[in-house]
């Protein structure tokens, strides 16, 4: 009787498990379907087909989307997939096998991580740059008005975490003021002693920003604009702060090489520079 | 294990037949990633020196702490919870037991939202703390709370299947001996449902040890503070240490998983003594 009710309780939580494992190995990147491509050679240019899987950083989530719809109207026989996730775990990823065909990363870190080891076709090229800035929930209960509250006793900061992009330019930043006389050293001790969660991603940051759960984070400017009703914005000094570097290249083991370099070009072209401009992003040169 | 009864039977046999491909098939899928991360583990270099770094150390103490106390929390809500359940009919009896099921079929992102939402600093609940001083997020408290949320169901829910099985007759001797109920319960009662609340407080404690999405939503992620195994796990795999670090802390998941679930069987089935 007993054996028999704990039989009919673990089946459910293995059952629930493999429905998890399952649903997860069906919601990852198919692979692009292979492309017929007989008329290479020819002069005329053939029709882009198939799938390519882009992996990109967070905080491009609005800009690509808009990049990708333009895009596939161009060029309707390309469907193109996301995977975003912060640079750094989508360089693991990469890294681990994972099929994707196009890389843009937040920072020149991870996407090097991948060079180094010749997972990239060719070299990456800059496309867009943006800027950190302090982001306070609409309300500032905190009372933060300038980089230096963040030191503040009391304050709750939250950052990505430090491979994270976002999460290094942050503590570069800090590093950057508590070198500077007016913040002096015990700066940075004091501002990583608030901190209270290294977060998965720059997105991750921003929602606890926008539930006021945290009093202070360190994102983008582009993603502080794609919730202005919720948060404000610190400008962090020039001297001190760290432009973001956004590299973009083909994954070497792409099965679709041509859609993904044509996504690229169309990345760099005027049509994808629109989009990021619209996006609050800074040309790349 | 082959039901012998059914030995000499042909159609048995067959079913048996039938069912064995399924079942190897099954016993593979779920074996193979493991021993696959157990020969990573023993090949990749890495790992060793990552089993002992405070990374993982700090992370395992963490886990432990707060598991242990969510399971104590668990017992001292879930034991009266579950005998209420079993052996009273009271109003609200049906959506009390809906309630006590809800979680344990919730993603557990969905109980870090709502924690979060109730919780929070501007929660329900959590914006009257606030006023009191007292804040939730990003304490190992919220890491507690996430796993009690999310794990005592399955205390409770082993729990009262345990004390449903128990004959009442029992109990109604005891009392008619002129035993108090309160004796009644500790001396008669749980004993006699001691193997339900032990394999009911073994799966409370390994859900809670392995909560993730509930605590990364509701309680943040900081070394020593909220960063429990699973939670290392994830940061390892997307940092530097990349796999290696993922890959050591998944193995001391793996191995206090297996020696649980080893000690829960036995402690199981040894009042039974036919197995």
Redesign the interface.
């Known amino acids: 009787?007993?054996?028999g009710?704990?039989g009919r309780?673990l089946p459910l939580?293995v059952a629930?498990g493999l429905v998890t494992v399952l649903a997860a190995a069906c919601g990852g990147n198919a692979t692009p379907a292979s492309t017929a491509t007989a008329a290479a050679t020819t002069p005329a240019v053939p029709p882009l087909a198939g799938k390519i899987s882009v992996f990109a950083a967070s905080s491009l989530t609005e800009a690509f989307k808009t990049i990708a719809a333009d895009f596939q109207k161009a060029n309707p026989g390309v469907t193109v997939e996301f995977n975003f996730a912060?640079s750094?775990?989508l360089a693991?990823q990469i890294?681990?096998a994972a099929p994707a065909d196009v890389f843009a990363s937040a920072d020149t870190a991870n996407m090097t991580k991948l060079t180094d080891k010749s997972q990239i076709d060719g070299a990456p090229v800059t496309f867009a740059k943006n800027l950190p800035v302090i982001v306070i929930p609409a309300d500032n209960k905190a009372g933060i008005a300038s980089p230096k509250d963040l030191s503040k006793a009391g304050v709750?900061l939250?950052l990505a975490?430090?491979?994270?992009p976002i999460g290094n330019y942050a503590r570069q930043i800090i590093d950057k003021l508590a070198a500077t006389p007016e913040y002096g050293a015990a700066y940075k001790d004091a501002t990583l002693k608030n901190?209270?969660?290294?977060?998965?991603n720059v997105r991750a940051v921003l929602t606890?920003i926008e539930?006021?759960?945290?009093d202070a984070g360190i994102v983008y400017k582009t993603d502080a604009l794609v919730s202005k009703e919720k948060v404000k914005t610190v400008a962090i000094p020039d001297a001190a702060n760290v432009i973001a570097v956004y590299p973009i290249g083909v994954v070497k083991t792409t099965k679709n090489k041509d859609a993904a370099a044509a996504f690229i070009k169309f990345v760099t072209s005027a049509q994808g520079q629109a989009a990021l401009k619209a996006a609050g992003f800074d040309p790349a040169s | 294990m082959v039901d012998r009864r059914g030995a000499g039977n042909p159609r048995t046999w067959s079913l048996t037949a039938l069912f064995v491909s399924p079942t190897l098939l099954f016993a593979a899928f779920v074996l193979v990633p493991l021993v696959a991360l157990a020969v990573r583990g023993w090949r990749d270099g890495e790992v060793a020196g990552q089993l002992t770094s405070p990374f993982v150390l700090q992370a395992l103490r963490l886990s432990v702490v707060t598991s242990t106390l969510s399971l104590v929390l668990a017992l001292l809500l879930g034991v009266p919870a579950a005998y209420l359940l079993a052996r009273v009919r009271f109003p609200g009896h049906r959506l009390m037991t809906i309630l006590v099921e809800l979680p344990m079929v919730l993603p557990p992102t969905v109980a870090g939202v709502a924690l979060l939402v109730a919780f929070g600093r501007r929660g329900v609940i959590g914006s009257v703390l606030s006023d009191m001083g007292l804040e939730l997020a990003f304490t190992t408290t919220a890491v507690v709370l996430a796993q009690l949320f999310v794990a005592a169901p399955f205390l409770v829910r082993s729990l009262q299947a345990g004390f449903e099985a128990i004959d009442p007759t029992y109990e109604d001797v005891s009392r008619t001996l002129g035993v108090s109920e309160w004796r009644t319960f500790w001396r008669v009662t749980l004993p006699l449902a001691r193997p339900a609340l032990l394999s009911g407080a073994v799966l409370c404690w390994t859900r809670a040890l392995s909560e993730l999405g509930a605590t990364l939503i509701f309680a943040g992620n900081f070394e020593g503070r909220t960063q429990t195994m699973p939670l290392a796990i994830i940061t390892a795999f997307e940092s530097r240490a990349g796999l290696s670090g993922a890959i050591a802390l998944s193995l001391v998941l793996l191995a206090v998983a297996l020696v649980l679930l080893v000690l829960a069987r036995f402690a199981h089935f040894r009042p039974r003594g036919d197995l």
């Open positions: 009787m007993r054996a009710e704990k309780r939580v629930l912060a750094s775990a693991t890294d681990q709750k939250v975490g430090p491979d994270v901190l209270v969660s290294n977060e998965q606890k539930l006021g759960e945290a």
